[in-house]
Each structure stands twice: as C-alpha cells, then as structure tokens.
C-alpha cells in the first residue's frame, strides 16, 4: 500500500508558538503567587475543571474518531492507549513526594522559615513537573501540526493547568530562598521541558510524517490527555473542597469545545 506523505510545514511555526506558550504560562502562577495575597480556591478547582472538560471532549469526540477513521479501529485504539501508558509511565517513575498531581497548593508553606528541606522540596517539583510537561508538549505541537485552531484550544486548557503547577515551585523555593526572582526563573524553567518535548518529536515523526502517522499520533495525543485529566486536573480541581464549582467548569469546558468544533 502507498504511503501518503503529507506537508505540513506551514504549520510548524504556528505549533511551536503554541507549544512555548503553554509551557511557559507556569511563569504566570509563579507570578500570581506573588501578586495575589490570599488567592480564592474556588477559582483554581473551576479553571482545573475547564481545562478538564476541554480535553476530555476534544479526545473523544475529535481526536480519537479522527484517528479511528483515517487508521482504522485496531491501530487508533492501540494508539490511544499507549498514549495513555506513555504517560502513565512517566507518572509512576515521578516519587509521589514531588509528583505535581500530588501536590497541595495551600497555605501549608506560609510561615515557614528558611531551610534546605524547603528549597530541595522546590527543585523536587520543578524536576517532576518539567518532565511531566514533556509529554504534554508533545501533545500541544502534534494538535496543532494536524489543525492550528484544535491547537489553540488544546494549547489553552494546557496552560490552565500550568498555572498551578507554576505556583507549586515557585512558593517553596521562594520559602527557602526569599528570593522572589529564583522562585520565578525555576518555575519558568520547569514550562520549557513543553517546547523541548515538542522538537523532541518533531525531530523523531518529521522524517516519517504521513496521514496513518498524524492520525496515530492524535490517537496517542487523545490518550495523553485523558489521563492527564482523570488522574491530575480533577482530582487536583475536587482538592479544594468545590465539587460543584469543578463540574461547572467541567461541562462549560465541554461546551465551550463544542462551540469552538461547529465553528472550525
């Protein structure tokens, strides 16, 4: 059978562009952890589940089937769920100590004084998300090499959920170091594994680039999300004590992503 190879380098910029920007929005939540004195849960357990809703839907309902139709339902299924082991992997190999689904952003650090145990804590984190984020780049740069506007959306829910993370390095590091501009570059730096996950691939699928690889590859993207959704951004989002609030944004993020599909 003859392999369709397909150009797509008119989307590359646009796909790295994205890939930057949600990686690099663990910047913001360091920034907010300075800005805002006594930040409302309420807000973070709904953006969490926005971002959820957006890339749950987008999965199963573009994603996937795209995959299914273009590969078949042997290998888009298979696909789907080595995406899902891919990151599983990754998951398991973090210590739950510095696993970034594990972590709880609330006052605990407030009145700390200064100590190692704190800034190895910070570096810890930013370790483990900065390699959590690999994956995700990957993710961002794959959706939007196929569709810029998909991208869009995928690179927006992505970032959402970056915010938090971003504050997670930031306030122990800052805690240990009271230096605003450490906490802020080591958060910063933890967003930049997103782009590096993305040339990463880029490198490796660009020589191979057909439409049986792009299907397979949102098949694998479908899977990275799902998982990341169901096992960091809800029950991170169900933490804060506002379930309600979180399948608020759940639904409004599944609708919002409806809206955005009819439109394209």
Not at 132 to 156: C, D, Q, Y
Not at 167 to 190: C, E, N, R
């Amino acid at each position: 059978m003859e392999v369709l190879f397909i150009d797509v380098s008119g989307n590359i910029g646009p796909a790295f562009a994205l890939t930057i920007i949600a990686g690099l929005s663990t910047g913001i939540g360091s920034a907010i952890a300075y800005f805002i004195k006594k930040p409302r849960m309420i807000y973070l357990s709904f953006s969490l589940g926005l971002s959820a809703g957006v890339m749950i839907y987008v999965s199963f309902v573009e994603l996937l089937p795209q995959a299914l139709e273009n590969v078949g339902e042997i290998l888009g299924v298979s696909a789907f769920f080595i995406g899902i082991i891919f990151i599983g992997i990754i998951d398991m190999l973090i210590p739950k100590a510095q696993n970034p689904h594990h972590l709880t952003l609330s006052s605990e650090f407030v009145g700390f004084r200064k100590d190692d145990v704190l800034m190895r804590a910070g570096l810890f984190t930013a370790l483990a998300i900065g390699i959590h984020n690999f994956p995700e780049g990957l993710a961002t740069f794959g959706t939007a090499l196929s569709n810029v506007k998909l991208g869009v959306m995928i690179a927006l829910a992505i970032a959402i959920h970056n915010v938090p993370e971003g504050i997670s390095v930031s306030i122990p590091i800052f805690y240990a170091t009271g230096d605003k501009k450490k906490a802020f570059l080591y958060s910063f730096l933890s967003g930049i594994a997103e782009p590096v996950g993305a040339t990463i691939g880029f490198l490796i699928l660009l020589p191979f680039l057909s439409e049986g690889v792009l299907a397979s590859l949102m098949a694998f993207v479908a899977g990275i999300m799902v998982y990341i959704s169901l096992d960091e951004l809800l029950p991170m989002a169900h933490r804060y004590g506002h379930s309600h609030t979180v399948i608020i944004g759940l639904m409004l993020g599944m609708f919002i992503m409806a809206l955005s599909l009819l439109m394209l």
